[in-house]
Structure formats: structure tokens, C-alpha cells
């Protein structure tokens, strides 16, 4: 985090952003002044492209690419909207749905890579967020988190209600949870608005709680919808995908990956990318826009505007029949949905993101060939991720209920 406190810094960081933000192709002859004594102005070319929805068809999950040595296949299908995944050491695998209000536990019982056993275990309005953790299955909506019993058979004891009171929903109701090697519960909670001064000071948040659900805290801020999130294996480092803000051009605001820590903030809604000013909200009262770049943590790596990241997990498996190569181990994979607010599609894939001394340095195509017919149809819009006991890796998309495998040949 950035400590400044000389005004001199303070003004030439504000004169560097705006020189940045008028250079940026997506605002034409901005003016965007520190303060509102001066008129901001800013002229932004917003687009809207959606992909048309095609069947995931045969000939098309064929046409599916992964690297070599890999391969993929469905793992189960016909699923009602499946969003995130959780799978437990015996390799059953749990998926919500927030438009059915489920969480379905699935079962490969011969261990030939498909699930063959389907069953709805836990029935709760708007269920997101899934994480395994001490023998139970939590799980939070929009409001709720829960925790049930994980019985011997995989199927759910009695839900009992930990939290009730999270933060209202708004654009961004899609709440995710994971433990980490504190054995603290984590929970990301969006922001209500594309960009807005948030009434609630836990929107745009990952909370920290303890696994009953008390001494709730703001972890980190200024995050406008971070939903994949998950400790680097070596440091033990946070980090996680914040999704950029939209109506800012095709190539703004990028996507983030944030090395997260506590009490930081990183610039929702004022300040995004390498510090550029957002002219919409303007920082409320004598605020500059200074001062609050000054308070921002930057981002560590970006990646392609409006592409929408959504879980993601690093790779630790090393040992088991089906593990990846040992490259691959402790690099972090990440599911992209994929864009709406941009001219060409970007998104609709499966990407790695490479680690180097602890650092993001590159991020990569996996699983590519969901956009078609030259962009202008999709057939699926990942979304949950998760790994088997096995090292093979598993994926869901959204849009025609599909849950993948990607494996080694």
C-alpha cells in the first residue's frame, strides 16, 4: 500500500493519472479535475455485444481446445444454471444454482470421469458460494450463510443459519466463501452499482469472520466484485479477480488480479488500473483524487477488459494418477464468463495464471473454443472451478448447465 503524506507527491501523482486518463483512447478530451471547483468532462464510447446462445452440441465440445497432453469431456450435463464447485477429499462434488436455489451433489462411482449419481442435497433461495471446511458444507446466498454436516454418504445434514444479515444485493448478489490457512471464513461482497459511493461500508468488501460466523470484520476494500479468490500455496499471500468497471470503453477497465491484505484498499470506485481517475463518481467533499490515489493498492497483474473472472484455485496436486505436469503446481487457474460491454467478445475461456517467486506474470489461454460461428455465438460461459482428488480439473458454465473435465491424455 501506498504511504504518502508530502503534498508535492500527492499533486504530481494526480497530474500523472490525468495525463494517463487522457491518453487512454476510451475518454476523449477528459478534464477530470481534483476537485468539483472545476467541471469534469469526459466523452466515453460504451458498447454492447452479446454472443447469441447455440446448444453444446457433440461436434462442438469437440472443437474445444486445450494444451497438449490434455484433453476434455463432460462430467455432467443437463444441470439447471450450475455456478460454483466445491469438491471434498473423497472427490464428490457439490454445485450450486442461484436461479433453482440448489446445491446438487454429484457422484462418479466408477471412476471413469463422469458422473453417473445426481442428487439435490440443500435447497436455499439464491445459494452461491460453496467451501468445504472441518466435515461441513458452507454455503452462502445473498443475505445467509450455512453450514451443514457433510454425512457419510456425501448427502447434507440439517443447515443451520450462521449469518443473516449480510449486505443487501444489487448488481453484484453473487457472494463467494473459502477458509483460509487460518482457518478463518472469508466472504466477498460486491457492490450494488456499477460505480457509486456505497451507503454500506461492507459492499464492495472480503469480510473475515470466524467459522461460526462471528467477529465479522472488513478484511480488505475498494473492491468492486472480487468472486475467485485463494492463498498462493508457497506464502500464503491472498490474492484475488476483481472484476473491472463497465461504460468505460472496449479496452477499460481491465480486469485485476490483487495481491490482497488486510486494511487495504484498492480504489473502487475512484481509482482503477495503474491509476487512472474514474470521472463518475467524483470523491465526495473536499477529497481529492489525489488523496485517495495515494491510499490505493495497485493492481499486480491485469488482464483483457470485461471478461468477467470468476473462481479460481491454485494448482497444488503433485503425486496423484492424473496431476499436471510440474509446472503447472502452484500456478493458479481461473474461469473467464465472459464480456458483454465491449465490441469483440473477451472471456469465454479457462485461463492459467502464472506465478513466478510468488508474483503473477503471465496469464494464459486453457480452455478456449466456446465463442463460434467467428464470434458471434457462444455455447458456454464458465463459470465454478474446482480440482478432483485425481489432479484433473473441473469447470461449469451457466448457460446450457454443462460441467466439464479437463484431464491428462
Known amino acids: ?243 473491472g468497471i463497465d461504460w468505460l470503453g472496449d479496452e477499460q477497465q481491465k480486469e485485476e488480479v490483487n495481491q490482497i491484505k488486510q486494511s487495504a484498499f484498492y480504489g473502487w470506485p475512484y481509482i482503477y488500473g495503474d491509476g487512472n481517475y474514474n470521472p463518475h463518481p467524483r470523491p465526495m467533499g473536499d477529497t481529492t483524487y489525489a488523496q485517495i490515489l495515494a491510499k490505493t493498492t495497485l493492481p499486480s497483474y491485469s488482464y483483457e477488459a470485461h471478461a468477467a473472472p470468476m473462481q479460481m484455485f491454485f494448482y497444488t496436486s503433485s503425486g496423484a494418477p492424473g496431476s499436471f505436469p510440474a509446472d503447472y503446481v502452484n500456478d493458479a487457474f481461473a474461469t473467464m464468463r465472459g464480456s458483454w460491454n465491449r465490441t469483440k467478445p473477451s472471456g469465454y475461456k479457462v485461463v492459467r495464471i502464472h506465478f513466478e517467486n510468488g508474483k503473477p506474470t503471465a496469464i494464459d489461454d486453457f480452455v478456449t473454443g466456446f465463442l463460434v460461428n467467428n464470434n458471434q455465438a457462444q455455447f458456454g460461459r464458465p463459470v465454478g472451478l474446482a480440482f478432483l482428488p485425481d489432479g484433473s480439473l473441473l469447470f461449469s458454465e451457466d448457460n446450457n448447465g454443462v460441467i466439464y473435465r479437463v484431464s491428462k491424455q
Open 1 to 243: 500500500m501506498k504511504n504518502v503524506s508530502v503534498l508535492g507527491l500527492g499533486i504530481a501523482l494526480a497530474s500523472l493519472a490525468v495525463m494517463s486518463s487522457c491518453s487512454k483512447d476510451h475518454l476523449i478530451d477528459a478534464k477530470i479535475p481534483e476537485t468539483n471547483r472545476e467541471p469534469t468532462s469526459a466523452s466515453i464510447q460504451g458498447n454492447v455485444f452479446e454472443p447469441a446462445l447455440v446448444d453444446a452440441t457433440d461436434e462442438r465440445i469437440a472443437q474445444l481446445k486445450v494444451p497438449a497432453g490434455f484433453k476434455i469431456a463432460k462430467f455432467a450435463d443437463q444441470l439447471n444454471k450450475p455456478r460454483i464447485l466445491a469438491v471434498s477429499p473423497e472427490g464428490r462434488v457439490y454445485v450450486s444454482s442461484r436461479a433453482a436455489g440448489t446445491v446438487t451433489l454429484l457422484k462418479d462411482t466408477n471412476n471413469d470421469g463422469v458422473a453417473d449419481s445426481k442428487e439435490t442435497v440443500a435447497t436455499i433461495k439464491n445459494v452461491h458460494g460453496l467451501a468445504i471446511h472441518d466435515g461441513k458444507l458452507y454455503m452462502v446466498a445473498i443475505k445467509e450463510l450455512y453450514a451443514a454436516p457433510i454425512n457419510g454418504d456425501g448427502t447434507l445434514g440439517t443447515a443451520q443459519m450462521l449469518i443473516n444479515n449480510l449486505p443487501d444485493a444489487g448488481q453484484h448478489p453473487n457472494r463467494t466463501i473459502d477458509f483460509g490457512p487460518d482457518n478463518m471464513l472469508y466472504i466477498t461482497v460486491g457492490s450494488t452499482c456499477n460505480a457509486c459511493a456505497e451507503p454500506n461500508a461492507e459492499h464492495a468488501t472480503i469480510l473475515k469472520a470466524n467459522p461460526d460466523g462471528s467477529g465479522r470484520m472488513i478484511y480488505a476494500s475498494g473492491l468492486r466484485n472480487t468472486i475467485g479468490f485463494d492463498w498462493h500455496p508457497q506464502t500464503g499471500e491472498l490474492f484475488g479477480l476483481d472484476h
